[in-house]
Structures are given as C-alpha cells and as structure tokens.
C-alpha cells in the first residue's frame, strides 16, 4: 500500500492535473503528471468501467499499478503529482507486462 503522502485524494488536485498536466501514453496505460511544489510525489490510478464492468478485475489492475509504484518509490523523482490512466485490455494482461507498461510510461516523463 503506498503510504498516505504519496497519494493523491483530493478532487481540486486532480482537476489541475488533467487541466495542467503534461501526458504520455502507451497501448496498456498512460499517466499525467505536473510538478506540485512538495516533497514528495503522489499518485492516483484510474481504472475506468470501460476497462472491466466488474469491480474484482479493476480493483486487481489497481493493486498491480500501485505495488508497482511502491517498490520503486525510491528512484521516482519527488515534487509531481502522477495520475495513471488504463485502457481497455490491461485486465487481461499479467503483472510483468503492466510493471514493464508502468515503468516504461515513467521513463518516458523522465520521472525514473
């Protein structure tokens, strides 16, 4: 679970990320990110019902993005705010080829 200073909760942070931020997409996901002035970088990921209409398929694409992010919190860059988009497919994708989506989206924003 990431710990509560890296996520991003509140609704008019989220707006300003995707009226502000800056994008990079791939054929699984995508994120958006913009500099938030803090110390440290906070997430959200967003699984919309057009990848899965059931919860138990989204919510196992969440996890997989966030565990992802956990262990390589270290070496992200601190001082963004990230926002992960999913498309349709990447339920049925296994972990290795959403780590390798997640961090490949990451080092193209130069946030690795």
Known sequence: MLPAANRLRHE???????SEGKGVFDAICGLKYRKNGLASTRFAVVVGTKVSKKAVDRNRVRRRIRSVLE???SVIKPG???????????E????????????????????L
């Open 12 to 18: 008019k942070d989220i707006k300003a990320l995707f």
């Open 92 to 111: 049925k994708k296994d972990f290795a080829i959403i780590e390798a989506a997640v961090l490949s989206s990451l080092k193209r924003a130069k946030l």
């Open 80 to 90: 963004y705010d990230v926002a992960f988009l999913t498309r349709p497919g990447c």
């Open 71 to 73: 262990a390589r919190l």
